[in-house]
C-alpha cells in the first residue's frame, strides 16, 4: 500500500520533524519513505506500507490522531493526498469535477501556490462558488465540515478533501485567514502566534478570569486577552499600543521587579519575551509564585542554537518540572526559530 501527502513544518526544526514522522514506521508498518520539499516549509512525502489487511483510510486517521497526542510535536501540519493533477495549468475543470465528486457537506476551500499562472484567491473564490452552484453545500470558513486542500506547485497540482475530524490543524495558512479577517485588530505580528495556540489546541480563553502578560509591549497578547474579556495585567517598562491603553493594568516594570508586589491571583499565564529559552525557564519559575494552582501558562522558547535544540528541549522540559505539568510544546506556522509551550501550574 502507499501513502501520499504534504508535510508542513520549518526547515529549522527539519531534522526533528522528519524524525518523529520516521518513529512512527512500527506503529503503521511503514517500510520505506520518500521526502522532498516543494517550496518554503512545504514538503511533497511518500509512505509504502507493508500488507496488513487494514484499511487505509483508518491508517491515515492513525497516524493523524498520534501526532495530536504527541505533547511534543514539531510538524505544523500533514494532509494526505487523495490525487495529483499533472499539467494543470490554468484550466480548473477537471479539478473542480473531482471535487464537486467528493464533497458531501459544508466545506472550507484553501489554497496553495507557487511560480503558478492564478493565485489562490482566485482558485479558492471560482472553485468555490462553482461547487455551491453545482451542489447543494455551501462554503463555511468557521465550522467547515470538509477541508479541500490545494497545493498548486508549477503545474502539478496535490488535492487533498478531508473530514475536519481527521485534520491534524484546519488552516494551511493562518496567518492571511487571521489578517483578512481582524485586519485593524492586529496590533503585531506576533499576536498570530497566541491566535494559532488556543485554536490549534481549542484552548477556552473564556475559562479564565485574571490574565499576566509579561513582556507584553507592544501589547498583541494582551489585545488577544481582552477580545476574550479577560482582566488583563500587562507588565513591560515599555509603552502599549493605544487601542489598548486604560484597558489593561498596565505596570511600566520589569516583571522581576513586581514579584514581591503582585497578588497571587492569576489564573493564566503568558509570554512572549525575546530571551535565551532557559532564562525564560528560570523566569517562569520565579513568576509560578503569582499563579493560583493550576494556572494555564503559554510561553514562547526562543531556541538560538540549532544545533542544540534536542539537549535544549530536554533541560526546558526537566526545568519547568518544578512547578509545571507540561500539555504540549508546539512549532507552530507562526514561529520561526522558536517553539511555544503550554504548562499547568503544579497544586
Known sequence: ??????????????????????????????????????????YFFNFILHECGENLENIKQKIVQKLKSEKICFIRNILFVDKIFYNLNDNLSILQDYIVSKINTSFFIQCLTYNTKLKAREIEVRLGKAIETITDYQADFVNPKQIVAIILYKNTCYLSITNIENLLYMYLDPFRFWYRKSKSEIIC????????????????????????????????????????????????????????????????????????????????????????????????????KLLVNNALVITTFKIFLPYKIDETLKNIVSRMSKNFKLRNILNLYSNKKELIGVFEKNE
Open 189 to 288: 505580528r506576533s499576536q498570530f502566534k497566541l491566535l494559532e495556540v488556543i485554536s490549534r489546541l481549542k484552548i477556552n480563553l473564556n475559562l479564565f478570569k485574571n490574565a499576566l502578560d509579561i513582556g507584553a509591549s507592544p501589547g498583541g497578547w494582551s489585545k488577544v486577552l481582552l477580545d476574550h474579556h479577560l482582566n488583563v495585567t500587562s507588565i513591560d517598562p515599555a509603552e502599549l499600543d493605544p487601542r489598548i491603553v486604560g484597558k489593561v493594568n498596565h505596570i511600566k516594570k520589569k516583571i522581576e521587579e513586581v514579584l514581591g508586589i503582585l497578588p497571587k491571583k492569576f489564573d493564566l499565564l503568558v509570554n512572549d519575551m525575546n530571551l535565551p529559552p532557559l532564562h525564560t525557564v528560570d523566569l517562569l519559575n520565579k513568576v509560578s
Open 1 to 42: 500500500m502507499e501513502v501520499q501527502g504534504i508535510l508542513f513544518i520549518s526547515n529549522y526544526f527539519k531534522k526533528q520533524a522528519i524524525t518523529q514522522l520516521r518513529s512512527m514506521s512500527a506503529d503503521f508498518n511503514i517500510k520505506n519513505y520518500f521526502f522532498k520539499r516543494l517550496f518554503d516549509s512545504i
